[in-house]
């Protein structure tokens, strides 16, 4: 494959950022590429036009609203301009972007005839697993400790409504109980949380935003991992928490998305629910079976180191950019 140069206007300013993710993915399929986070560098609607004329990358790709629609309208003029989109929604704000981009890659399927009536040249392609950023040196006595539980759940409990379900299904895993430890941002101090944030969901928090070898160790130390997507209707809107919780070797029962399967066979390589009382009825279930979640969660692993990194998905995209304008 020909080595290409990426102008990558994402951002980086964190750790835990996407962009190093597809980056590396780049980068391991030989392909050179020169980060840009217009949020840390003064001017960068002016700068961009700099690095692209000294650059002369053969395409730019960024995620979101890094800079304004109009920025990459006009970097159109002189180099292609491919936007891959990472949530399951279509707000106002990106209507704009969509049509100022070349090629848009939306990670959701089910969005993608809804985002062709604004560009023709509309593709899905999900998102993956970065396994160099997830090494875990060594698994202590007080990470076993720390980490350990019946059931884990990492994500968002703010207070958006696609966030409200989770809440609940937390709460009623711990009425029945099941001991819970969930991670991620802490819920918003609001009036209405404060039963929440003092009662025994709040007490089940795990204290902080979890990445890389912590997040890895969360997903092996957990007997189950569970996954709530926010807009499980949207065919394959699956997020990159699926990857990176069975790619880290977790056990991964989630909330059923439309088309799924497609992606990992359900009771083989990960396992799903639809309504409450069967996640319920299944935690208790795979709690007594540990052979059974040792085998699944090993099959769902191979599955994604198979299928599902961001080296394949670079190089699924490159094919899909091949057929358009590269050569």
């Known amino acids: 494959m020909k080595q290409y140069r990426i102008l990558l206007i994402t951002p980086f300013s964190k750790p835990w950022d996407d962009g190093w993710y597809y980056k590396s993915g780049f980068e391991k399929n030989g392909h050179n590429v020169l980060p840009f ?29 890094e800079l304004p629609a109009e920025i990459y309208n006009e970097l159109r003029k002189t180099v292609k301009v ?8 279509i ?25 062709r009536e ?25 990470d076993v400790k720390k980490y350990s539980t019946d ?20 709460q009623t895993i711990i009425d029945k109980g099941i001991h819970l430890k969930w991670w991620g941002p802490r819920m918003p101090r609001k009036f209405s949380t404060i039963p929440l944030i003092l009662g025994k969901l ?33 065919r394959k809107s699956m997020s990159e928490r699926l990857y990176i919780a069975v790619g880290c070797g977790a056990f991964y029962m989630c909330r059923y998305v439309d088309g799924i399967e497609d992606i990992l066979e359900p009771d083989k390589e990960i396992v799903t629910f639809k309504s409450e009382a069967e996640m319920i009825d299944k935690i208790k ?12 969660a090993e ?12 080296e394949i998905r670079v190089r699924q995209m490159l094919e899909i950019l091949q057929n358009h304008f590269l050569k």
């Open 37 to 65: 986070d217009p949020s840390t560098v003064s001017h960068a609607a002016d700068r961009v036009f700099d690095i692209t004329r000294d650059y002369r990358p053969h395409f730019i790709l960024h995620t979101k609203t």
């Open 82 to 89: 491919i936007q891959w989109y990472p949530d399951p929604v």
């Open 91 to 115: 707000p106002d704000f990106i209507v704009p972007y969509v049509s100022a981009a070349d090629i848009f890659f939306t990670m959701s399927e089910g969005l993608v005839d809804e985002f």
């Open 118 to 142: 604004l560009n023709p040249n509309v593709y899905w392609l999900s998102q993956a697993y970065e396994p160099s950023f997830f090494q875990v040196k060594e698994i202590n006595s007080k």
């Open 151 to 170: 059931v884990t759940f990492a994500g968002n409990l703010g207070s958006k409504p696609q966030y409200l379900p989770r809440r609940e299904y937390l």
């Open 202 to 234: 709040g007490r089940s928090y795990g204290g902080k935003f979890v990445w890389g070898e912590v997040h890895a160790k969360i997903a092996k130390l957990s007997k189950i991992y569970l996954g709530f997507d926010s807009q499980p209707h949207v």
């Open 285 to 296: 279930y795979y709690l007594k079976n540990d052979d059974l979640r040792g085998r699944i």
């Open 299 to 310: 099959a769902g692993r191979r599955r994604v180191l198979r299928e599902h990194t961001y």
